[in-house]
């Protein structure tokens, strides 16, 4: 599904899917490796148009509790023509969780990594909305590859090393948080990066300039709140994967849709 506000250009990818690449301003400097994989860079898109889903074997790592808990994708009638996917948190009860984190043979590993000084631009930018903005904690990021599910409960408490990620907590549930975090210490970059509305659009992302600096952006827009490698709380240097992921924060049913993910680095 594709928002033609963002659409900048197009290409035929690898399985026959059509790839839309969101934003030309976001994108304008990053390697095109779907239409041109000789290119010296590596990629992760997903549109959710077939699912890959399961253990080490597929694409997508699941990870879920809750006897009403699902993940799978959705119908064209539902969200309009084309791929989404939606993890749903279930109706069991409260810190029920629905998870997805991109995987390989060894799951605690992550194939992108911001380094500072490496020179190795990374992309990153997804579109999605939530059912709901009330009792629920969402994060969508790169993620140490180990982490299974960001938050311990649904009082925010962290329960991973090291990402760098986009985030709401049942404290603040309309609020989306930018933040870093490695090893127990997390830092807000921006609280309240954007104002959330149920069943509603948004296309969050950032952009690692190989030096020392990362810039987040929100709907195509470059936000005024940068963020330095090497400060300490900062996941430099450490295997990271892409991940969405929602955790209830009541006895009702939240939902995580996801149109479309893509993360880009150079080699």
Known sequence: ?????????????????????????????????????????????????ASSIGDVTGRWMKDVVGAATTVGLASSVTYGLGGVIVLDAGTTAKNDYANLKVTDADAALGAFKITANSGKKLWFAVRFELSSVADECMCIGLLDGATTKPFASDTGARNMTGGLYFRTLVASPTALDFARTRGSTEGVIKAGIATLVASTWVVAGFYFDGVKTVLPFINGVQANYPTQVNVATFPYDIGLTPYIGILAGANASKKLIVDWIRCVQIR
């Open 1 to 49: 599904m594709a928002d033609e506000r963002i659409l900048a250009k197009c290409a035929a990818g690898r399985n026959g899917e059509l790839i839309l690449s969101p934003n030309e301003g976001f994108w304008s400097t990053c390697p095109t490796v779907q239409v041109d994989p000789e290119v010296s860079a590596y990629e992760l898109f997903d549109e959710f148009m």
